[in-house]
């Protein structure tokens, strides 16, 4: 699968929660992939945390940092890119998200809240009623999500390590269509390169 992949990075996009830093993990391990989140990048760049950002900087200023951040890194290849919820937002993230695979996490709303109520370290959901902000939020980005170049739909309940295989097989069928559908046509399939 690696080779086939030849070399071109993976960038996970979906929603807060769906999974995008953990399986992110997994799937670089799987590929012998560098792993980058750019959340993590941006804290690193700005020395303060994403929280930290908002306040001092709004969510302007977190989103300057976080298109500078996926700029760089898209120059690179064998990496696989964990982004934060919102790069979606910004249509000049798109012409950077292009340089790689895309694979929306398709989370159901419901699991996206269990898995991260009560969690400070994401502003947006320092809200009244979080749950109500995450379908809102999802409602608004969802047609963003979906350019995409593999939707990964996950009922929520799968492990990690799971959806981590189902990534990687998923990108096999986009990269090599003809290979990975039926074993009798493998044969006679060329090799992506
Ligand atoms: N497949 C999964 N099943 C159960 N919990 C998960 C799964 N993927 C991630 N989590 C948990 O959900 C929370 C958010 O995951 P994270 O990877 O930070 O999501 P994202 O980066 O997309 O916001 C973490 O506590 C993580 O351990
Ligand atoms: O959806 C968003 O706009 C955001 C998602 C967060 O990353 P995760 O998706 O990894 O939680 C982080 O970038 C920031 O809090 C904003
Ligand atoms: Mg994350």
Redesign the pocket.
């Known amino acids: 699968m690696a080779s086939r992949l030849q070399g071109t990075s993976i960038v996970l996009i979906g929603?807060?929660?769906c999974g995008?830093?953990t399986v992110g993990k997994y799937l670089a391990e799987a590929l012998n992939y560098r792993f980058f989140d750019t959340?993590a990048v941006v804290e690193s760049v700005a020395h303060k945390t994403?929280p930290e950002i908002f306040a001092t900087d709004g969510e302007p200023g977190f989103r300057t940092v976080e298109t500078q951040v996926l700029a760089e890194l898209s120059a690179y290849t064998r990496l696989v890119i964990a982004t934060?919820?919102?790069i979606v937002l910004a249509r000049k993230n798109w012409s950077y998200l292009h340089h790689s695979v895309v694979v929306w996490l398709d989370v159901p709303v419901e699991h996206l809240y269990q898995r991260i109520k009560g969690d400070s370290n994401?502003?947006?959901l320092r809200s009244p009623n979080p749950q109500q902000t995450l379908h809102d939020?999802l409602e608004e980005r969802r047609s963003l999500y979906a350019q995409a170049d593999v939707r990964v739909v996950l009922q929520g309940d799968e492990p990690p390590e799971w959806v981590c295989d189902r990534v990687v097989q998923e990108i096999a069928q986009i990269l090599n269509p003809v290979a990975t559908e039926q074993p009798s046509a493998a044969s006679h399939a060329p090799e992506f390169n």
């Open positions: 929603m807060m929660g995008k830093t959340d994403i934060g919820g919102g994401r502003p947006l939020l």
